[in-house]
Every structure is written in structure tokens, then in C-alpha cells.
């Protein structure tokens, strides 16, 4: 969104247009990324304290899995709560920067959500099943990624 086009919204609604002026809206989403990524941050202590208690043992896995969602989840929401609390609140240009920001974020976060998923399917559900499917399957969500990818980066 262009600066002017933010100050257009910020003057027909307090909310950002996507609530279509629903402060229940607003107040509910605002409630249930807070709660994520406050939930998130938790887990990224636990799940740490876990790693560090547990180095070497086998169950290590599950705890780095965790942290990695929960870095994830809390790295997402915490940014969107930031440019929502924003919006209203101050000038187009910080607005546009928040919303930078937030988009950088968003390309950031798929390090840890893939690697999440990765550790997953590799190291953990494949104890008891056929290695070779959980690869195939990872071979082909990378692939549909890269597909996705090369759509969104076509448009820039």
C-alpha cells in the first residue's frame, strides 16, 4: 500500500480496512495473535531449557521441532499485533515502514517453519514408517514451494 492510499484508510476507519470497520474484529484478531505469539514465546523458553537439559538424548528432536514452530508462530504474530496496534496510531511513512518490516519478517520466518517441517518428516515420523516416502513427500512440498516462489517473485 502506498502512504497516501494508508492515510485514505486510516480516515474512513480506525481499523485496518480488512475488519470493514468491525472493532469486535479487530479486537478478537489483535487478542488471538497476541495470545500466539505470547504462547510462542513461552514454548521457546521451555523448549530451549529442554534442548539444553536433554543434549544428546533422542527426544533432543522433538524439542528442537518445538522451538522451531514456536519461533515461527511468535515471529509472525508478534509483527502482524505490532503493524494492527499501529494502524491509527501514527504517521503513513512509520506505518509504511511497520509494514515493511512485517514483510521481511514474513520471508524470514520460512527458515524455521521448513526447517520445522524438515526435522518432522525426516527425523521423527519416519521411525516407524518408510523413510523413503517422508523424503519423496518433502522432494515435492519443496518443489511446489519453488513453483509458488518463482509465481510470487514474477510479480515483483
Known amino acids: 500500500m502506498k502512504p497516501r ?3 485514505y484508510k486510516m480516515a474512513e476507519s480506525p481499523y485496518p480496512p480488512s475488519f470493514n470497520g468491525s ?9 488471538s495473535l497476541m495470545l500466539i505469539a505470547l504462547v510462542g514465546f513461552y514454548t521457546v523458553s521451555v523448549a530451549a531449557r529442554n534442548i539444553v537439559a536433554n543434549k ?3 527426544e533432543s ?3 528442537v521441532m518445538a522451538l ?11 509483527m502482524e499485533v505490532v503493524y494492527k496496534m499501529a494502524w491509527g496510531e501514527v504517521n503513513a511513512d512509520t506505518l509504511t515502514t511497520l509494514l515493511t518490516i512485517k514483510n ?3 520471508a524470514i520466518i520460512v527458515i524455521p517453519v521448513m526447517s520445522w517441517f524438515l526435522i518432522y518428516n525426516l527425523r521423527v515420523s519416519t ?12 522432494i515435492s512440498i519443496g518443489l511446489v514451494a519453488i513453483v509458488a516462489a518463482i509465481f510470487a517473485f514474477s510479480k515483483v
Not at 472493532?23 to 487478542?31: I, T
Not at 522451531?68 to 508478534?78: D, K, V
Not at 521411525?127 to 518433502?138: F, M, T
Open 127 to 138: 521411525v516407524d514408517r518408510n523413510r523413503n516416502k517422508a523424503v519423496r513427500l518433502s
Open 68 to 78: 522451531l514452530a514456536a519461533t515461527g508462530a511468535s515471529g509472525r504474530c508478534i
Open 23 to 31: 472493532g469486535w474484529g479487530y479486537g478478537f484478531a489483535l487478542f
Open 104 to 106: 521481511i519478517m514474513d
Open 61 to 63: 528432536w522433538e524439542h
Open 56 to 58: 544428546g538424548k533422542s
Open 5 to 7: 492510499e494508508i492515510i
